[in-house]
């Protein structure tokens, strides 16, 4: 947990049984980076992980620097440890697929129906476009199925194709109906293959092998649909994994400077300033005075700023922890999430033990 290791000292991994990770959040809050940065830390100390995108939106591509990933299992990244800037030894694979759901379709009834060309004929109809549009659950079912059987897929020696699957998922708002669409599915076609398929897919789903993850911010709107999200994955028993607080800013005050804020320090202020020799060279105390008045006020008002910034904060921290998850601080990186951040933050997730 992200509780208090030092800055060399790392966690024990929380999700040691877990092979399934699905990353959620409300849109904006950094999904897909926050899952591109949990395959990293996955695979850091050796093991293969996959990260699927279902949005479509080609994100994890231009994370890794790469053009528009095709519909198949990439490699993205080769990491280790020390790439983490974290001890140990151990190499490991990120593979990267964005799955593109009309291909997914026909490939779902390929396997069902064994269509082969008949498939491809649907597809000039236009049956593609009405299945994915006029339906959208099938979207979903085809997506929950492609993520569960990459978790399952094993290879000819019989082992696990991949360690661990990490899926970059849609929204908190839309969470539980996706991971819940095949429970209808399952329910509408009473046996058959699709209903094996869709029961299967709950299993997977539903089993401690999966975890739900919610990316959040320090504020209101993302914190109140982390908080929902979480009671609504529980009232579906679906298996809530941690939050992921991203983007967190360092306090710039310490606690009794804001608790300060509230006073009157003007000529404490003032004093300071002066003895900091931000009134310029001279030693007359009107003469710095006089250079330093300007700067009280807009500095009292930063600080007042910064001081409702930090309360806001807390009192959102205090509402995450009632959910009483593991949860992960990851910091703004000013300068945006080039690769070198992103694997920042996928070493700043495997020291807290997300990984
Ligand atoms: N920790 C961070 N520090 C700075 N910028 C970030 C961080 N995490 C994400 N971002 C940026 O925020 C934007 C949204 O992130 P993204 O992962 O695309 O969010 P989502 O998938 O939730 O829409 C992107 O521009 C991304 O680079
Ligand atoms: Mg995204």
């Not at 092979?19 to 093991?47: M, Q």
């Not at 009309?102 to 004929?121: D, H, N, S, T, V």
């Not at 908190?172 to 699709?194: D, K, M, S």
Request: charged share 25%; glycine share 12%.
């Amino acid at each position: 947990m992200a509780s208090t290791p030092g800055p060399s000292a790392q966690a024990d991994p929380d999700w040691e049984g877990v092979r399934l990770h699905v990353v959620s959040g409300k849109g904006g809050t950094g999904k897909t980076t926050v899952a591109a940065a949990l395959a990293l830390a996955l695979a850091a100390e050796g093991g293969r992980t996959l990260l699927i995108e279902v949005e479509g939106r080609q994100g994890i591509a231009e994370l890794f620097g790469m053009a528009a990933l095709p519909y198949e299992e990439r490699k993205v990244a080769t990491v280790s440890p020390s790439r983490l800037g974290l001890p140990g030894t151990g190499q490991g694979e990120v593979y990267a697929l964005a799955i593109d759901t009309e291909l997914a379709l026909l490939e779902y009834l390929e396997m069902f129906y064994k269509l082969g060309r008949a498939g491809k004929a649907l597809q000039k109809v236009g049956f593609v476009d009405f299945a994915t549009t006029v339906a959208p659950g099938v979207r979903d079912v085809l997506l929950t199925g492609k993520a569960c059987e990459a978790a399952r897929r094993k290879g000819p020696d019989g082992r696990r194709a991949y360690d661990a699957i990490v899926m970059d998922a849609p929204p908190t708002g839309r969470l539980t109906r996706f991971l819940n669409v095949n429970e209808e599915v399952a329910g509408l076609a009473r046996f058959g293959p699709i209903h094996g398929q869709a029961q299967a897919v709950m299993r997977v789903l539903k089993s401690p092998e999966t975890a739900v993850h919610f990316v959040t911010l320090l504020e209101e709107m993302p914190v109140q649909e982390t908080v929902d999200g979480i009671a609504d994955l529980r009232a579906a028993q679906l298996p809530v994994g941690g939050v992921m607080v991203n983007m967190v800013r360092p306090p710039v005050l310490d606690a009794a400077a804001v608790a300060a804020v509230d006073g009157d320090h003007r000529e404490e202020v003032a004093v300071a300033l002066g003895e900091a020799g931000l009134g310029g060279r001279s030693r007359k105390p009107e003469t710095v005075r006089a250079a330093v008045e300007p700067l009280l006020a807009p500095l009292l008002e930063q600080a007042r700023e910064h001081a409702e910034r930090v309360e806001l904060e807390r009192a959102q921290r205090a509402d995450l922890q009632r959910a009483k998850l593991p949860t992960y601080e990851l910091p703004l990186l000013g300068e945006g999430v080039d690769l070198g951040g992103l694997y920042r933050l996928a070493g700043e997730l495997k020291r807290q033990g997300a990984a």
